[in-house]
């Protein structure tokens, strides 16, 4: 007999547009090192789908790390912001442009990790060549609209592709994976995480817009968060508890105008709900900065490298 799990797990498949095809070969090449001292950056280039390429820097530290073990290093995917800053993607989390608060990867590197830093679907490298930002955005969601699919479905498959990048580096211990994101690169994470077990450890920072909140507070949220039916799979708690038992954090500021925390303090017992009845009751955790807006301020920086240090 089907578990309600079960179910769940299947009509949200099927509400994003699955399944998702085997991908071709990554066919990945470095086009570009540089030495920043404690790690090098690697840019590299692989293939999500026949003839799509996608962008990335790989950090790996070039110094001994505490969390080494002789099948390699733990590492973390970081998925980058939105912010309607479409000119930015990789290189704001990979440390080399943007808002030096969000400059992730340099952080996670020296503690240990390598990481892996892509640009997602219309940022930076992967902008369209005569529509702008939003226009390509709104482009590409209709684009998988009428092909019965969400553009959350393609985020998640170039996301796994990330991480297929990733478990096949001689650096990395494929059994100690996570991913890390902020607003956008939230959304990512938690969009990802019940579809790739290889993801040990999930830390989402400000975005977790339910559609109980975008309606009841007026909110347009970025396309990657809009799933068919998703109101009818029990909104963002419904979807995020399917990430069970593996662990979950989320972070969220009590100013943060795009998550309203009255609907944060209200669904987030929800996702605990979901990890009890998984028998997870203790891999969920939040974090509610009570002076924090949309940011990633030094109590959930703080909070990030505990989850990732105590888990991978």
Known sequence: MTSPRDELRREAAHALGGPWPEGPELNAE??????????RAEKVRYQVEPG?????????????AAGESENGLPAIAVWHQHNDEYH???????????????????????????VIC?????????????????????????????RGRCLAWKNILDCRRAVDYLSGLPDVDEHRI???GHSLG??????????????????????????????????????????????????????????????LHLNFGAFDPLNPIEYVERELPLIAEAYKKAGAEEAFSRHIDRDAGHELSESMKTRMLEVFRETL
């Open 30 to 39: 470095v086009t570009e090192r540089i030495d920043r001292g404690d790690h």
């Open 52 to 64: 799509e390429w996608v962008s990335a820097w790989v950090l790996i530290p070039t110094v001994p």
């Open 178 to 180: 996570g991913c890390y």
């Open 88 to 114: 930015l993607g990789k290189s704001e989390s990979a440390g080399f442009s943007g808002d030096p608060s969000h400059h992730t990867g340099p952080l996670l590197v020296s503690h240990g990790y390598v």
């Open 186 to 247: 939230s959304t990512f994470a938690w969009l990802v995480g019940p579809w790739d077990q290889r993801l040990k450890c999930i830390v989402g920072n400000c975005c977790m817009p339910s559609m109980n909140a975008v309606e009841g507070a007026a909110i347009n949220h970025s396309f990657s968060n809009y799933i068919t039916g998703l109101k009818t799979l029990g909104d963002l708690p419904g979807y995020i508890g399917l990430i069970a038992p593996r662990r």
């Open 118 to 146: 892509p640009d997602a679907l219309g940022f930076e490298e992967r902008r369209h060549q005569s529509l702008d930002g939003p226009d390509y955005e709104r482009h590409s969601f209709m684009k998988h609209l009428v």
